[in-house]
């Protein structure tokens, strides 16, 4: 393997612009791509750079590998634009200061594409760009003030004592932090969206197959999956059910579930194969369909909000607790041989305290007494635990 010299990455932090290994193996490839994946898998929650513990070759190897595989898969591209942005953020935290403003001079600001120097006024405006091209198009250093246009690094409107005129703000060295992470996300969508229209990539199987091994088929080690099943308060075991009979569920009974896995501790790789080990459409609408949809329930797309476990409330609201339908609770308590406690729930359950009815359950089937009353399908399991 050709070995690279550490004076060809110039800097400390680098925006993979050149593969200088001329020549590698598909397995090798695929090996390095595998190792990245599951470390910027781990980085999602560590947040810490040092996950990544490649030699610098492999770092880049491991990285266009990446891109040939994420490319061409929707919720994987994104994915992996949004790993990456976290992986670069935390070396940029370690990067030393003179280190980060040598980076923004001399690699960023002299060979950006349409930078605008006025009356010793360096404008970095929203069409200013990263350019790959060696070539020295600006003349500048840090004697001059550099106004950049917000949408350059968008979470400074977030930073109060940022003041913006007319669209730009002045900056300081945090925000020189900001605007290189924003061109480093700009620039890697940029690739990755060239890499997107390359027709051969995108008809080239082995790439596809690849991708969906990766982020699918990862088993869990410790059959957690198991575990949190047993513990389940019954609107889930129903539901659990239903995926195992039907092969499908509706679109609230799998909010519900993969909001209760999550909430339970289950990574999003194990709940997106337990889903995918269920339900019987065909591996290509799988992807389309319902991964984005676990994975935004996840936090890890869209909105990137931390949704937690629905309440019992609105799981009724859902028409998804079994407890609110007299003949389905004793269906469901025949079934777990739970009939000794039937008349106390179906009291309850007539008097419409479904969730006392349900803490009742949960009371007999753990042999507790006077626990707290039951307000999500996650305080149930952590009982039962
Ligand atoms: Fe599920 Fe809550 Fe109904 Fe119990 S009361 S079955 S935890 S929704």
Redesign the pocket.
Known sequence: MQKIHKNEFPNKIFFYTTLHQNNVTFNDLIRLAKKRISSLKSIETLKDARIMDMNLTDDELSHFACRLICCNVPWAFSWFLSAELKLFKARLKETNPSDIKNFFYTLYLKRAKNLVIEDSILFINPDTEFSEDNTIENHVSDIYTTRVHFTKAPDVLRDLNSKIVDGYFTLDHDQMKKVIINEFHEHLVRRMNDLKKNTKLKTDERFQSISSELFTEQKSTSNQIGNIINKS????NIIIKKIRTEKHLKFNDRQILTRYFKSCGLSVADCIDFFKGNFSCDPARFEREFVYSIRHNYGLEGKRADYKSFT?MQ??GMN????VSTSTISEYLNSKDLVDIEDAVKKEVSNRN??K??TEVCEYTNKKEKIDL????VE?FKISK
């Open positions: 308060p019954p609107c889930i019992c799981i009724i998804s607790c079994p407890f479904f969730t009815a349900c039951i307000t999500t399908p149930y």
